[in-house]
């Protein structure tokens, strides 16, 4: 049936199952004829696999198999680091048809314009052993000094790395910062104020050097000078406080036992929506869902009473940037798309994450490894009352009557945990045809150890932790297909105009009018990130609703972001995305992201520069996409500490019918509510 | 006990009582010595009671009562319109103490510096009800042209009043649109196409006359001249079509039975805040409140932790600000506080305007009546799950834990039916020590009818309906007292600084710093409507927390505002609080409101300006208020049929602890969850 058929229809943006990246590392093993090494076993001198995802379809076709269309071939995405070659290389292939691959096709230079320079790629987990174990060998040059400072006994520090790694193109050099390793609890408020300069560029792991060491304050050559000039009485040392599992401060434990509980939600007659497989069926709306390893959540093929109004909505990217007067603090820009958004969403814990009654789903990685992993209840879908009247009017003048709906709405989450931070990824669904996207920031807040003017760049939160300033930034890329895929970006908002009264000519009226503008050029679409938006911005039709107003649907932004980057930093454009709150491109098969997970470690460079995107096409009756950036400004303060909170610290996008409809099609739920008096 | 004596205190904000009402009622005719008639039967040349409420206490006298010091003399204000006498006026009255009233001071030169002239007064039930019989008998001058237009049968047409009321000081000339009398149902989408200007400014009813008729873009010296054109074929006629009980548009019956219920919230341990008359208890919040029977909803006395945090919130004012090619839609301009905010809050429906578990509380009113009026259940209490953490993290990194807590908030909330339109008042109380306040705008559109350029001004929503643009501005005063009620303006904000990084000067570092300022002047705490706002804004304190910041809470907007009006408009002072997303002044018992109920009908000489307040004194170490609004541009497009849904229509604010604490408070609630592995 009708049902069976779109279930189908959405398996073509299905993620790999476990059995199809079994398949692919097999093919790779047999096929590659080059030795590769298990990720997490890999050296940089080695090959690996870096990791398999699903390798999407084009657009068109896809457009042709919904349609009827035959079904095009399924293929994986493998990633793979050759370091064991005269010339080290990122290496991107399309390996297919699955279940049981033939062939393997690199496509670097077709997707890239050129070959993915070695130095580019993402740091393993096994590359942060390496280091670890480097930075424990260069300790041993300042026993004294540690012991003295840090009660350090070889276990009880931990690092936690920044990025990007250097201040131009090839550059592989880290700044960590050192942490009391508490159990339990968030060692990210715990810094000693030590910080090391590893430079790790070379593939030789006995090649790495300490390139430079902080210590509250102060700069030095290596360890072995640190402590010469400890031993010297020339540093000023803080001497850390022993963090015990039963510190206050930074944990999450209860004070307080558990108390009656507060109230939750029941579904008296069990789910309203239905899930089967990657297909969402709730009301009148549907849609195909999948977790990008790199990006994180994405949907496609969104249908309201079967009509596409969205192909794609994807995360894209979340950047914070931070300030402080630690060097590791000062340079961080994290770029969390590099780091792993989707391979992040850990477990939900049913009850607080997500209601008790929602649906818990498995996701399934291939990274760093060539094993799938399997990241349980790590997506949850519920029915969500919002405990306010989606509309409601009562009436006792003229004649007493009311009617009304509760917003009961279907919400699709993830969250990740990103180290220290965790977002919320919440895609909602309303029943007036409207879809939210929002993201919430909770977690421990990263920071700085606390000295000097530390509080130009935070707060102090903390005996000697400071809180530094962040901006959060979050791309999406939204492609909008209002009524099919042609379409235009229409711009409305208010003037005042002076006009004589028509029936008093004497008298002035300030009359709002309605302004209305077709935006023709992808460079008029594209709205600087604190620049005033028109206030109502539409992806228009070319088809009429009853009235003969364009169909279409609008976007609008909730956002108190603070500013991206200065355009003269040489790694503006790595993250020029955040150049715009929203921009609008004319949509390419080949600017399929905003970003690539090589931005991080050469945003000097960038493999892809959003920027280049607003190219001042026109984006009249075309295929249209909406890249739209959101953040907040977080200068993190006392309540910080355990974590951030998330009230107040959400941000998002609605995207709203505007004419689409004749009338607003919630009219149809069955659960208004209707009465009258006579 | 300590309860108990919270529960007492809070009664010196308490709303009037029935008893206590009718002995001001009993008074007064007792004791003012002039003839006084029943609001609802009275004339404009009679004298009646216009509305009784509560006089509130000063501040000082309320804060030494809180203190232990004496309570202060319960009093009451009673509004007086005296018609019948050679000078009409206005006059307001304390009256107290109660419950037995002994005296009564007329106040209104001490409160507005002079008298309240007569054609201020807002429009009474009575004074509507004479304008229709008036429009009715100059109806029959033009029997078959309404006839013919309209299947006009004497009682199928119904009027909707505009505001203001002509175009200077002393006008009393209303336009009042005509619209189909639809039951059970919105007759505000059913404009026929015809609407007349009605001078009421005499108060002898006999000399009200017609000065100009509206039909279909043309206009008319009255009924008789449209009659004649008529006769002669002049007029372009749209015969209206009869919407039948069955008719679709507009309706909000339900197509669909009902069907399976959705989610709904459950206490399995009963509620867990607790209501003793107007003392709200939960968790670590407590608070008083009231229902000011014009300006709405109001909070006083709100602590956490038993400090105050904030002396009062209250709603001001709601102002819809309308755009048409139609008379009354071009002069709309409702300032809905002169309507009556707090009466019109009627009775809230179970399980669709608050969750089934809320409890419902009522209030009572004496307005334009000697004998109170119950509004049953017209407020509601509730605690609400959100279905979001209020904060978490999981951690797989290092060591495997997990802290989560629910963001389960207390909601106290009333919904304002003000004609039309339905206003969805939220105060929130989450478990971190945060305060959000929101409006959420449903109901029924206001709608011109459409003709030649009307969808200048709006969209085409039905057959001959433009919904037309309007521009919906709500203003709070928020009397924060931030550990004690010296407070200081203090705005943060990112720049980005370039600076060498100290371990490789060669290499610039574009790096976020804090910057920190106290707005010493009110003159720079005026933030115009459309101006950037500095990203932290902070009512400080001269306390400091324990890492030695300044105790402060962070005012959060969320506003989707358009503008209010050009200041050249001779109106523009009488809301002049609409110049000002935020502005925070020096606190004043003389300036308890922004605005004042006869701003409405004499815009031009408002009684109360709020750009009065704002004149540059030093707000360093004073008691200060914030005035807050939030808005959002409306454009109704098919979709606000039946009715404006409540997704992206919200708006307001937070009030957020910014270094008020030495952690988040959160951390004692007991719903707090927390595991780890070991
Ligand atoms: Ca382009
Ligand atoms: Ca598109
Ligand atoms: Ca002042
Ligand atoms: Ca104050
Ligand atoms: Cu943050
Ligand atoms: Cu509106």
């Known amino acids: ?49 870096y990791y398999i995802d699903v390798q999407l379809p084009t ?131 715990h810094p000693v104020g030590l910080e090391v300069l590893v430079n790790h560029s070379s593939l030789d792991v006995s090649q790495w050097r300490l390139s430079k060491v902080f210590y509250n304050g102060r700069y030095y050559g290596d360890m072995a000078q640190l402590q010469r000039e400890f031993d010297q009485g020339h540093v000023s040392v803080v001497k850390v406080k022993k963090v015990s599992p039963e510190e206050e401060f930074g944990s999450l434990k209860p004070r307080a036992g558990p108390g009656a509980p507060g109230p939750f939600q029941y579904e008296p007659r069990g789910p309203r929506y239905s899930i089967q497989g990657n297909h969402v069926v709730f009301q009148a709306w549907s849609f195909a869902f999948g977790m990008d390893v790199n990006a994180g959540p994405r949907l496609f093929d969104i249908r309201f009473k079967g009509d596409r109004i969205v192909y794609e909505l994807s995360l894209q990217e979340a950047l914070a940037l931070y300030g402080s007067n630690c060097p590791g603090g000062m340079v961080t820009r994290y770029m969390d798309g590099s780091f792993g958004i989707g391979k ?133 890329k939204v492609d909008l297909d ?78 108190f972001a603070g500013d991206h980057l200065p355009e003269v930093s040489s790694m503006e454009r790595s993250i020029s995305w955040a150049r715009y709150k929203l921009a609008v491109t004319k949509r390419k098969e080949d600017e399929p992201r905003s970003t690539s997970i090589y931005n991080q470690n050469d945003p000097w460079k960038p493999t892809v520069a959003f920027a280049d995107f607003v190219d001042n096409e026109t984006i009249t009756n075309e295929d249209l996409v909406a890249w739209i950036s959101v953040g907040f400004l977080h200068v993190p303060h006392a309540e910080d500490i355990p974590n951030t909170v998330t009230v107040g610290n959400g941000i998002g996008f609605l995207l709203r019918p505007y004419n689409y409809f004749n009338e607003d099609p919630s009219r149809d739920s069955s659960d208004s509510v209707y009465f009258r008096a006579d």
Chains 1, 2 share one sequence.
């Not at 590392?25 to 940089?44: F, G, H, I, M, T």
């Not at 028509?502 to 600087?528: C, G």
Request: glycine residues 6%; contains cysteine; proline residues 5%.
């Open 59 to 189: 657009k068109a076709e896809v457009l042709l198999f919904l349609d009827g269309g035959v079904r095009p071939p399924r293929q994986a995405l493998a990633v793979v680091y050759f370091g064991n070659q005269p010339d080290p290389n990122i290496t991107e292939y399309v390996v297919g048809p699955l279940p049981s691959p033939k062939t393997h096709r690199d496509f670097t230079m077709q997707k890239y314009g050129g070959k993915l320079p070695f130095h580019r790629r993402p740091v393993t987990e096994k590359e942060y052993k390496d280091i670890d174990s480097f930075i424990s060998e260069e300790f041993s040059k300042a026993e004294g000094f540690l012991q003295y400072c840090c009660d350090y006994d070889g276990t009880n520090l931990a690092t936690l790395t920044t990025a990007p790694r250097g201040f131009q193109s090839g550059d592989r050099v880290t700044w960590f910062a050192l942490f009391q390793k508490v159990y339990g609890s968030g060692l990210y408020v």
């Open 344 to 476: 992040f969403t850990y477990e939900l814990v049913r009850g607080v994450d997500c209601p008790y009654t929602a649906t818990y789903l498995d996701r399934y990685y291939l990274i760093e490894s060539e094993t799938p992993r399997a990241n349980k209840n790590s997506l949850c879908i519920f029915e969500h009352d919002a405990a306010v009247p989606l509309r409601r009017h009562y009436s006792n003048f003229q004649s007493l009557y009311y009617g009304g709906l509760t917003k009961s709405a279907l919400v699709f989450r993830a969250i990740s945990t990103i180290i220290n931070y965790d977002y919320i990824w919440d895609f909602i669904f309303y029943q007036n045809g409207a879809i939210e996207v929002k993201v919430h920031a909770t977690g421990y807040i990263s920071s700085s150890f606390l000295y000097d003017t530390g509080i130009d760049y935070g707060n102090q939160v903390g005996e000697r932790t400071l809180g530094t300033m962040h901006n959060h930034l979050v791309n999406y």
């Open 1 to 49: 049936g009708q049902e069976d058929t779109s279930r189908d229809h959405s398996l073509v943006f299905a993620d790999l199952t476990p059995e199809e990246m079994v398949q692919v590392v097999r093919y790779l093993r047999e096929n590659l004829r080059v030795p590769l090494v298990d990720a997490s076993q890999a050296k940089p001198s080695d090959n690996c696999i």
């Open 482 to 559: 209002v009524a099919g895929h042609k379409n235009s970006l229409v711009a409305q908002d208010m003037v005042f105009e002076s006009v004589q009264a028509p029936w008093s000519p004497q008298h002035q009226i300030q009359r709002p009018r309605l302004t209305k503008k077709v935006l023709e050029k992808e460079n008029q679409a594209a709205f600087p990130l604190h620049s005033n938006i028109p206030r109502y911005l539409h992806f228009a039709s070319n088809q009429e609703n009853r009235w003969k107003h364009q169909r279409s649907y609008r976007i609008q932004l909730v956002s």
